[in-house]
């Protein structure tokens, strides 16, 4: 199975901050990388998928790239209801995985 | 509006099996393949398996061989996912999803439903 781990596990940021989440797979997963927010007691929702597309509906202050097996998250600037649990997922090859999260807190 | 609308909360004694139901609207039921994730408390999402409801063809992980079965009814646009042999590590929120891909896989899920709480206790 692929593992993917998600750094850093939490995060403390300041509404109007630039943070970064960074994923990274145990093998080549070409640019199969997509990234959900989860608010508490709600189901994942998607943000990104194939590395950088913007789902429909999704702000643009939100963005993703790759660089080798890396992966990143960007929110360009937090609002607050930014602050969330996300997961990165990589659909490369069955079975689907997730990172173990990160936790993007209030500071 | 894409909905996927699931059956509620249930608790099981171990050794039991639950079967939760997916009822969609909004799309053609059988254009989209159709995921089922799970969520132990705390804990990331975990893949269990897939279903084409157009042809009925199964995919599942591995780990749940053998418990798990989804299936599908097409007239009333509805997955299902029974899992078997419940024990307490099968606590957990499980949660329908479908994939984007129009007749095909993408891997990735753009609409999940409310999600169904399973408690496995004796």
């Known amino acids: 199975d692929i593992q993917m781990t998600q750094s850093p596990s939490s995060l403390s940021a300041s509404v109007g901050d630039r943070v970064t989440i960074t994923c990274r797979a145990s093998q080549t997963i070409s640019n199969f990388l997509n990234w959900y927010q989860q608010r508490p007691g709600r189901a994942p929702k998607l943000l990104i998928y194939v590395s950088s597309n913007l789902q429909s509906g999704v702000p643009s202050r939100f963005s993703g790239s790759r660089s080798g097996t890396d992966f990143t998250l960007t929110i360009s600037s937090l609002e607050p209801e930014d602050f969330a649990t996300y997961y990165c997922?990589?659909?490369?090859?069955?079975?689907?995985?997730f990172g173990q999260g990160t936790r993007l807190e209030i500071k | 509006q894409v909905q996927l609308v699931q059956s509620g909360a249930e608790v099981k004694r171990p050794g039991a099996s639950v079967k939760i139901s997916c009822q969609a609207s909004?799309?053609?039921?059988?254009?989209?393949?159709m995921h089922w994730v799970r969520q132990a408390p705390g804990q990331r999402p975990e893949w269990m398996g897939w279903i084409n409801p157009g042809n009925g063809n199964t995919k599942y992980s591995q780990k749940f061989q053998g418990r798990l079965t989804i299936n599908r009814d097409t007239s009333a646009s509805t997955a299902y996912m029974e899992l078997s042999s419940l024990r307490s590590e099968d606590t957990a929120v499980y949660y329908c999803?479908?994939?984007?891909?129009?007749?095909?896989?993408?891997?990735?899920?753009?609409?999940w439903g409310q999600g169904t709480l399973v408690t496995v206790s004796s």
């Open positions: 997922q990589q659909s490369y090859s069955a079975p689907i995985t």
């Open positions: 999803a479908r994939d984007p891909a129009y007749d095909l896989w993408s891997g990735f899920f753009d609409y």
């Open positions: 909004g799309y053609t039921f059988t254009s989209y393949t």
